[in-house]
């Protein structure tokens, strides 16, 4: 079922599950936002056949604009792809994603949602740290190209932390 939200004026932006036919469109989004970390299509197939993997597509006009996936473990989710296509970026839709899943926390049971991002990405960290995701440490060589990635953490409020 589609869930929609005005996050501008006149920009009607719908969120429904990810399917795998939305792959070619997700790939291409991710390709030019990560071009030296994109998956490739086979893994994002073997990611969507896991029962404990999903994501999220954002339409406008029913073009795919935007997308996050989603891993749930055993004691939180995590959010390995979040990417918004250039000409929609600074629309809130990434915003819109996060919040989405941040609210789909209690019916997966988790109380836990954490990431990586670039040190350099500000607006990403900038977005994360507006909803309350704390820094937890540098994964040092996360990335293809030898880059580092900050781990950060979002904890729901009024819920245990976890170390």
Same mark, same amino acid.
């Given at each position: 079922?589609? &869930?929609?939200? =005005?996050?501008?004026?006149? %920009?009607?932006?719908?969120? $429904?599950?990810?399917?795998? +036919?939305? *792959? ?51 004691? &939180?989710?995590? =959010?390995?792809?979040?990417? %918004?296509?250039?000409?929609? $970026?600074?629309?809130?839709? +990434?915003? *819109? ?67």
């Amino acid at each position: 079922m589609a &869930r929609q939200t =005005l996050t501008q004026p006149h %920009v009607r932006v719908t969120l $429904r599950k990810i399917v795998k +036919a939305d *792959l070619p469109k997700v790939l291409r989004i991710e390709n030019e936002a990560f071009p030296l970390d994109a998956w490739d299509l086979e893994s994002y197939e073997e990611f969507l056949d896991s029962r404990n993997n999903g994501g999220t597509v954002a339409c406008v006009d029913g073009k795919i604009v935007a997308y996050t996936i989603h891993e749930v473990h055993w004691n &939180r989710v995590h =959010l390995p792809g979040i990417a %918004v296509d250039l000409p929609y $970026r600074g629309r809130g839709i +990434a915003r *819109l994603l996060v919040q989405d899943l941040i609210s789909a926390l209690p019916s997966l049971s988790r109380t836990r949602l954490t990431l990586e991002v670039r040190p350099t990405n500000e607006g990403a960290l900038n977005l994360y740290k507006s909803f309350g995701f704390k820094r937890v440490r540098i994964k040092h060589g996360y990335y293809h190209d030898g880059s580092d990635a900050v781990f950060m953490a979002y904890q729901a409020p009024d819920s245990p932390s976890e170390e």
